[in-house]
């Protein structure tokens, strides 16, 4: 009986260990890269004046000569001619 019973341990623990195997196997990976670019910019007209209500489609940003996707703007205008200060926000977002 002791050898029988040896036998049946190892099927049980060489079957858990497939089972773990395969278990792990199934389990998809997924990588993803993400990369978001703060870039804080100031307009103003010939005079010095701040211009205000700028859209993302207003502004190219190039990487190495590159056209690069805005895909989030926020726009913050100041509440007088100093552009430091912020006043009213607004923003667009690609989804």
Known sequence: MPKNRARWLVAIAASMSFSAIVAQQSIPLIRSTSRLVLLDVIVTDKTGRPLRQLKKDDFTVLENG????????????GASS?????????SETES
């Open 66 to 77: 590159i056209p690069q996707t805005i895909t989030s703007f926020e726009g913050v205008a």
């Open 82 to 90: 100093d552009t430091s200060s912020p006043g009213i926000g607004w």
